[in-house]
Nanobody
Framework: QVQLIESGGGLVQAGGSLRLSCANS????????MAWFRQAPGKEREFVAR?????????YYSDSVKGRFTISGDSGKNTVYLQMNSLRPEDTAVYYC???????????????WGQGTQVTVSS
């Protein structure tokens, strides 16, 4: 069974950085596509970034975070990270880690979800 536990959220000023972590306590994460989504108040959950190792590493970002966020993984720790730089107030949201068997940017492509971690960016 896959259990995802996020950490690293918090309050930061605009222009600052945070690193989110997602620890996978179950099956090794390299067999899944791992992704980050976020949900701002009153908005739908949206794709942020995903990484897939099977068949070669493939990484995708949403246009809104490309060039500012970096997704990576540590197989020894079974942990995926989201390094967030140049943060903006519009990045404020609950950030969720997800694991799925298909490479997808859709919520429906992920069977396992973490509990979420709050990121707040002040102006």
């Amino acid at each position: 069974q896959v259990q995802l536990i996020e950490s690293g959220g918090g309050l930061v000023q605009a222009g600052g950085s945070l690193r989110l972590s997602c620890a996978n306590s179950g099956r090794t994460f390299s067999t899944y596509t791992m992704a980050w989504f976020r949900q701002a108040p009153g908005k739908e959950r949206e794709f942020v970034a995903r990484i897939r190792w099977l068949g070669g590493v493939r990484i995708y970002y949403s246009d809104s975070v490309k060039g500012r966020f970096t997704i990576s993984g540590d197989s020894g720790k079974n942990t995926v990270y989201l390094q967030m730089n140049s943060l903006r107030p519009e990045d404020t949201a609950v950030y969720y880690c997800a694991a799925g068997s298909t490479g997808s940017s859709s919520n429906a492509g992920y069977a396992y979800w973490g509990q979420g971690t709050q990121v707040t960016v002040s102006s």
